[in-house]
């Protein structure tokens, strides 16, 4: 071959299968001895891989440690779908005693067993606790015994009896506990039911996802790994002019351009075998920690953070292949000669065409899906797919399009300006590609992040629904469980005098029968409501003009409300106040009551809970309450703000009052369960890819700084202040990244676009979510330049002009 043959015309012959992994093994030898310098490639190299490789694990083991603990779940759950189970020797009374502490979330259930045979444990304990016991998970136990949780010790009257096992947790730092009460507490319990065993049993199949939630879950992983895989394909990039240079020798002494490619390649693919091997480490080491992580309410067991084996094997080939196919694509642009690397040269203008049909791709897999997303119709899954193709597609084309973006633009830079100015843009003018790879992360993230900002929104609005309840009115609110009218008393007066209750609006309702009744059985007799409260709570709950103690009121209702048309509860008429253990009316042991002739006709108000009572109204000083017979009471109260834990007070004096029964915080909008918990999945992948785009960024920063040790310094030497560098590195990262912001925004928009017609919601863009994530983008590069800073000044001494 003579030496004015160009390397791309030489006949390509079929390489055999030996060859390769020949030439492969070659480049893996190079990358261990090739010197101080191949060993900082590849272990820059390695860094980089090994950090996405960490995210992919966890990505990865996501679906797993899911499966774990819903398993879990499943298996302490006392929900039953078969009959109602009836009290038995072997069965438990139980009774749900959830409640909270501050902003933490505490899962309580109180038992006791039916009779004296083998009731089932629940998951984690090895035997029911006694009365005056409970089993406490190992989270709550810490918080019982620390000065925090003196206050929440007050709450459970109970012995510690044992911590609850893994077995019985969804994770380590769930705050659970099981206690046993005797069978008379259940009197003053609101709800109680029976189980014969623990778990679900016939578990059917859920309801269909919301579309728009299902398409929310799909874009939030395209937008959260999409980052991570171009984050290693740029790793395995790293040092790639020094790299040229070392196979230009191999030319020199016999290779063939097509030989020193694939052993080029073969230097990448140690770099990415020694960054799975590094990844490996860095994820068990950080599945060890993630015990002590709790993220919006969520933590899982080390041993539930396993990578699913497909994904797994997927993650061990995808990584060094594509470490292969980026190294021989990345070298075709270059003429590696005997000679030398012309790289030096001027090159070939990138082409845009088949940048453009990427994001075109992606348009047109998304477009038809415009109104159509649902994932209950047929083919739903293709949907989806399409869906996660499309916003790949699109995103993909963003990354494509910034190389080009960022060299169209910085070619029309003339020599204007600052020393920094003019050394950032004649860098970027001879290799853009490199600071464009550097910011190709930020600039999907910042994109897709945008999008999911849109439709977030737009799911939010749509999955917020008003409650009715007005929290200006009453804050807090429980159903006390009282047997008597005279209990309801005493419990609201302990609420009065509970340490930071402003107010308390007590309203105990029960009701009243007529003396009639049909069909021979006493149950048929019509019933009224009976309301009976002060003044200040009758007014919450009716429009009362003038009160005293000792007024009554009728609430005005047409006449078809009543049956057959008739009110038996009038002025003057007699009531029964008499009923039985069932709670129907009791005729043969009749209790009369007179309505006072005096009564007053009012309209109906809203409580702040948003329900609307009708019926009879009346004052202590008009009706006794102690005369009603299963009367339901609720305390609605007011709270005073300056009283710090002032709600724990109250969730203190329910429990002394009930076993089972916690507080319930008004608020007038509330949102499905499942919009929550893919909320904070999608904030906590959101924090972990924006950490991993710190970290790449700062180790793409120092590669880049190192290969230019020896210019800086020769710079440095002839008399180049390090200020000026300083700014030139600056300007040089800001270009690309304000060209790659502008073009994430654009991007954004547009998929943020699709995704709202997908789900047929109107046009909305979220312009402080829209500045927010552009703030963010632009901080973590100017946190990366200020980190990169100290290695800069560093690579400026004379040292760096040393060479062997």
């Known amino acids: 071959m003579s030496g004015q043959d160009a390397p ?26 090739g010197g101080r310098e191949s060993w900082a490639r590849t272990i820059m190299t390695a860094v980089g891989v090994g950090l996405g490789v960490v995210l992919l694990l966890v990505a990865s083991s996501v679906p797993t440690a899911y499966q774990q603990r819903n398993e879990r779940g499943d298996a302490r759950s006392t929900l039953n779908f078969d009959a109602r189970v009836k009290a038995g020797p072997d069965t438990l009374h139980l009774s749900d005693a959830n409640t909270d502490f501050r902003d933490q979330d505490i899962a309580g259930i109180v038992m006791a067993p039916d009779g004296d045979g083998s009731p089932p444990s629940p998951p984690g304990v090895d035997r029911l606790p006694a009365a005056g016991e409970m089993w406490v998970s190992p989270a709550l136990k810490k918080l019982l015994d620390s000065g925090d949780g003196k206050l929440l010790r007050d709450r459970f009257p109970y012995r510690t009896a044992g911590v609850i096992g893994d077995s019985g947790l969804s994770g380590p730092n769930e705050l659970r506990y099981y206690a046993g009460i005797s069978q008379k507490a259940f009197d003053h319990v609101n709800s109680d039911y029976h189980l014969a065993h623990w778990g679900i049993q016939n578990k059917g199949k859920g309801e269909a996802l919301n579309p728009a939630l299902l398409l929310l879950i799909i874009v939030g992983c395209v937008v959260l790994l999409l980052p991570v895989l171009i984050f290693i394909a740029t790793a395995a990039r790293f040092g790639g002019e020094r790299r040229d240079r070392r196979l230009a020798a191999l030319r020199l002494v016999g290779a063939d351009t097509h030989m020193t490619r694939r052993i080029a390649a073969g230097e990448s693919l140690f770099g990415s075998l020694l960054g799975l091997a590094v990844g490996t480490g860095l994820f068990l080491l950080v599945r060890e920690f993630i015990e002590g992580i709790v993220v919006w309410d969520i933590s899982f067991f080390a041993s539930d953070i396993v990578p699913s084996a497909p994904l797994a094997l997927t993650i061990a080939v995808a990584v060094p292949a594509s470490a292969v196919m980026v190294t021989l694509l990345a070298l075709r642009g270059i003429a590696i000669e005997p000679l030398g690397v012309v790289r030096n040269a001027r090159p070939k203008r990138r082409r845009l065409w088949w940048r453009l049909l990427l994001p075109l791709l992606g348009i047109a897999l998304l477009l038809p ?46 020599g204007k300006g600052s020393v920094p100015w003019q050394l950032a843009t004649r860098r970027l003018q001879l290799s853009s590609g490199t600071a464009s790879r550097a910011v190709s992360g930020i600039t999907v993230a910042v994109a897709g992040a945008l999008a999911l900002q849109m439709l977030f929104a737009s799911v ?41 209750v402003r107010d308390m609006l007590g309203v105990t309702e029960g009701y009243v029968s007529a003396l009639h009744h049909s069909k021979d059985d006493p149950s048929t007799a019509p019933q009224e409501s009976l309301t009976v409260a002060d003044c200040p709570s009758l007014r919450e709950v009716a429009r009362i003009t003038s009160c005293e103690n000792g007024d009554i009121f009728f609430v005005n209702l047409p006449p078809d409300y009543y049956e057959d048309g008739d009110r038996f509860a009038k002025p003057g008429a007699q009531v029964n106040l008499a009923f ?55 305390a609605m109260m007011r709270m005073d703000p300056k009283v710090p834990d002032a709600t724990e ?133 100017l946190l990366v330049t200020l980190v990169s800073l100290p290695p800069l000044w560093r690579m400026m001494r004379p040292e760096g002009l040393r060479t062997e």
């Open 8 to 33: 791309a015309q030489e006949p390509r012959a079929r390489v055999s299968v030996a060859r390769w992994a020949a030439d492969l093994a070659m480049g893996g030898r190079f990358a261990v001895a």
């Open 369 to 414: 899906l415009a109104g159509g997303f649902q994932a209950s119709s047929g083919g739903g899954d293709t949907k989806a797919y399409q869906a996660a193709a499309g916003a790949v597609l699109l995103l993909v084309g963003i990354t494509a399009l910034l190389p080009w973006v960022v060299e169209a633009v910085v070619e029309r830079f003339g």
């Open 460 to 500: 939010e609005a749509q999955d917020t629904e008003s409650t009715g309840q007005d929290p200006h009115r009453a804050q807090l609110i429980t159903n006390v469980p009282v047997s008597t009218g005279s209990e309801a008393r005493d419990a609201f007066e302990r609420y009065r005098a509970t340490k930071g």
């Open 580 to 634: 039985d253990d069932e709670g129907m009316p009791d005729l043969r042991h009749k209790k009369l009551w007179t309505i006072p002739h005096s009564a007053k006709v009012v309209k109906s108000r809203p409580d702040p809970i948003g329900s609307e009572r009708t019926g009879i109204f009346a004052t202590p000083g008009a009706f006794d309450v102690a005369k009603l017979a299963k009367p339901n009471a609720v």
């Open 649 to 781: 007070y109250v969730r203190n004096t329910s429990a002394a009052l009930s076993p089972a029964m916690d507080v319930m915080r008004l608020s007038s909008t509330s949102q499905s369960d499942e919009f929550t918990v893919i909320r904070k999945a999608l904030f906590i992948g959101a924090t972990a890819t924006l950490l991993l785009i710190g970290a790449s960024m700062i180790v793409t920063t120092l590669e880049q700084l190192r290969e230019r040790k020896r210019l800086l310094s020769v710079l440095v030497a002839f008399g180049t202040r390090r200020t000026t560098l300083s700014w030139s590195v600056l300007w040089q990262t800001a270009v690309p990244v304000v060209l790659g912001l502008a073009l994430s925004i654009a991007g954004g928009l547009a998929l943020g676009v699709l995704l709202l017609k997908m789900v047929g919601q109107p046009l909305a863009v979220d312009w402080a979510g829209l500045g927010t994530m552009t703030g963010i983008g632009g901080g973590v590069i």
